[in-house]
């Protein structure tokens, strides 16, 4: 089985960066990925990482490092749009896809 | 270009009920999945297809049926409704079991009476 941990709340101020951690156990990894939620929508895709390392993508960067089950979502020059919630998903071996409760971010002036 | 589609978008549904929710995709996907969303749980797979004909359990499968007679339509039926069914669901499909970008419907909003 899988198991997710990401904070459930977090607040920031516009224009601020903001560090979303996720932690996981797996019984084989098969990449890890990032959505952004707005409340009442669909789930839309962030980021996908495989291998160790950082990708960026704009103001959105993901980290993850394979040997410490650890990867976290970096969001940069926070807008008030940004304020979602956050999901991380690990795939494991097999090819499941597991979500973790999602961190709901709250962007303030 | 549609994407995935549900349907319906709202529902509300008296205990012992049965009904199905829709879901299309049209961008020749093989891999389709059902999840649901409840409050600090996260999205949940309750079934998964990897091509026509090819349907399988996923984390929460009890009280739900699947079939795949079809690559486009991926229908998920609640065969008696019961109150802990109330949930957001969501349909979601990508190229391959390994493909790296899923797309997700709207979402169908359940409530069970």
């Known amino acids: 089985g899988q198991n997710i941990d990401q904070p459930t709340e977090m607040t920031a101020t516009e224009g601020a960066i903001v560090q979303i951690n996720c932690t996981y156990q797996t019984s084989g990894f098969n990449g890890l990925f990032w959505y952004q939620q707005h409340a009442g929508e669909a789930p839309t895709f962030l980021s996908y990482?495989?291998?160790?390392g950082l990708e960026e993508k704009g103001r959105f960067s993901s980290f993850l490092s394979r040997s410490k089950g650890y990867s976290y979502l970096l969001l940069k020059e926070l807008q008030m749009k940004d304020s979602a919630s956050y999901l991380c998903?690990?795939?494991?071996?097999?090819?499941?896809?597991?979500f973790g409760g999602g961190t709901r971010l709250m962007v303030k002036p | 270009n549609a994407g995935v589609t549900q349907t319906p978008k709202f529902q509300v549904l008296k205990t012992g009920q049965s009904m199905t929710l829709q879901c299309a995709q049209d961008m020749n996907h093989e891999y389709m999945s059902w999840y649901r969303q409840d409050p600090g749980m996260g999205l949940r797979l309750i079934h998964y297809s990897v091509g026509a004909g090819i349907t399988d359990q996923g984390e929460v499968p009890n009280g739900y049926n699947v079939s795949r007679s079809t690559t486009e339509d991926f229908p998920l039926r609640l065969l008696s409704a019961a109150p802990s069914q109330t949930s957001v669901y969501f349909c979601a499909s990508s190229y391959s079991h390994s493909g790296n970008t899923i797309y997700f419907g709207e979402g169908s909003w359940l409530t069970v009476v």
């Open positions: 990482n495989v291998l160790d």
């Open positions: 998903a690990v795939r494991d071996a097999g090819n499941m896809l597991t």
